[in-house]
Nanobody
């Protein structure tokens, strides 16, 4: 069983930065692929970024490439999402997720575990 807790969300002006953190509990974290997803009301949850178990592979949604960076620290059971040059359209609830496949994936159906989410609001 893996439990995920996100933090770091908040209100930021357009052009600003935020770093989201996700703390994972459970022994499998080091073997799990991890992802960040986001969702706005009335829309599907979509992938933002993912990272493989060892950090060697990362994938990004086209909408965030060059602005967001995913990273992980297996010694601390943490995964991060550094968000730069934020835009109002980045406003959403951001979710951390884990996949026992171990690989990086933007397919939300591969993820077994999900956090509760953290709100990110980007104002003009």
């Amino acid at each position: 069983q893996v439990q995920l807790v996100e933090s770091g969300g908040g209100l930021v002006q357009a052009g600003g930065s935020l770093r989201l953190s996700c703390e994972a509990s459970g022994d499998s974290f080091r073997n799990d692929g991890m992802g960040w997803f986001r969702q706005v009301p009335g829309k599907e949850r979509v992938a933002v970024a993912s990272i493989s178990w060892g950090g060697g592979a990362t994938y990004y949604a086209d909408s965030v490439k060059g602005r967001f960076t995913i990273s992980r620290d297996n010694a601390k059971n943490m995964v991060y999402l550094q968000m730069m040059s934020l835009k109002p359209e980045d406003t959403a609830v951001y979710y951390c997720a884990a996949t026992s496949t171990g690989r990086a994936s933007l397919d939300r159906y591969e993820y077994n575990y999900w956090g509760q989410g953290t709100q990110v609001t980007v104002s003009l």
